[in-house]
């Protein structure tokens, strides 16, 4: 009767234990395909190299501000999480970072500290505009071969294409 009930209690046990590691193992599978999807949006984004073609101001008083010449205005997003920009005759090292939404081709966007070169650049230059914005960015659609970074609370767009 000892051994009946030492039995049992140790297959129920084990079907508890099976149980839970099955469920937490789910929830790694599941986790694992999130961090793949947004892997896949990152990986589409790392190691591409854009121009700035505008900005797209909500302002009506401010509107469109295009650059005189967008090979002034570069953006290098490399794929260990780094960025390196050329704003006219300026330049800027940091760190950037997506997270897909679920249609991968837009979601979120951020860009961490940035470090530049203050220089003076001779008018009209965007390069003080870029880089005040770049910690308001904060989400990406990607449309048309066209890279467009938003600011938070319809601040405006910066408009990229590749750089080929």
Known sequence: MKQDKRTTLFRVTTTILLSGLMFLN???CSEESTIT????????????????IEFQSMDDAIGI????DPSKYTMQLNGDGTVKLK???NLATGTWSAEASSDLSSGQ?????????????PPPSMDEHVLSQ???VRSFLMKDGRLYLSLMADGGIYVWEPDN
């Open 87 to 89: 704003l006219n005759c």
């Open 65 to 68: 501000k295009r650059t005189d």
């Open 109 to 121: 966007f951020n860009f961490g500290l940035l470090a530049a070169t203050r220089a003076l650049c």
């Open 37 to 52: 999807e947004s892997s896949s949006v990152v990986s589409t984004l790392a190691d591409t190299q854009w121009h700035l």
């Open 26 to 28: 789910h929830g790694v």
């Open 134 to 136: 770049a910690p308001y």
